[in-house]
């Protein structure tokens, strides 16, 4: 199975588990710059699902982080954007997708439900991973979950 978690976010992290069982992950910055309208960064993110998909050779499933609380309108706004460009997405192309909330995610890499970002990337490192931030340990930690959760449910 292959599957692609995501930590939805201007700069979003990411991790993928393809067939050989071999785990990458990263982080995308869908920034606008100052001459690009409010909604080009969500063209950029369904286009950049695109291409992780053709190169991947298809998806089975995505899992994303699934934020209940935001720090700002602004932040609750664009979340909700790239849940929608991800959820219609994943409907077009017949994928599953799966939201995991956040302190399930925590609570699983760290055993606290509120960890920190500093506990998020320390685990992920001692679990052998180098993320670059916090979203790529968050990205990781969700990918680690879903894949023990599927173990759990065959």
Not at 18 to 37: A, K, L
Not at 64 to 92: F, K, N
Not at 108 to 132: L, Q, V, W
Request: charged share 25%; proline share 1%.
């Amino acid at each position: 199975m292959i599957r692609l978690a995501l930590d939805l976010g201007t700069t979003m992290g990411w991790a993928a588990k393809c067939h050989n069982s071999v785990i990458t992950s990263g982080t995308v910055v869908f920034r606008n710059d100052r001459w690009q309208g409010g909604g080009m960064r969500f063209l950029r993110f369904r286009r950049w699902l695109d291409e992780v998909t053709d190169l991947a050779g298809g998806l089975d499933m995505i899992v994303y982080e699934q934020v209940r609380r935001h720090a700002g309108t602004d932040a609750s706004h664009a979340y909700g954007g790239w849940l929608a460009i991800l959820s219609a997405w994943c409907e077009q192309k017949s994928i599953a997708y799966e939201g995991v909330p956040v302190g399930t995610i925590k609570r699983y890499a760290t055993g606290k439900g509120n960890a920190d970002k500093a506990a998020m990337i320390a685990a992920m490192r001692a679990r052998g991973f180098a993320p670059a931030d916090d979203n790529e340990a968050d990205a990781l930690a969700l990918l680690l979950w879903a894949t023990d959760a599927e173990g759990g449910r065959a």
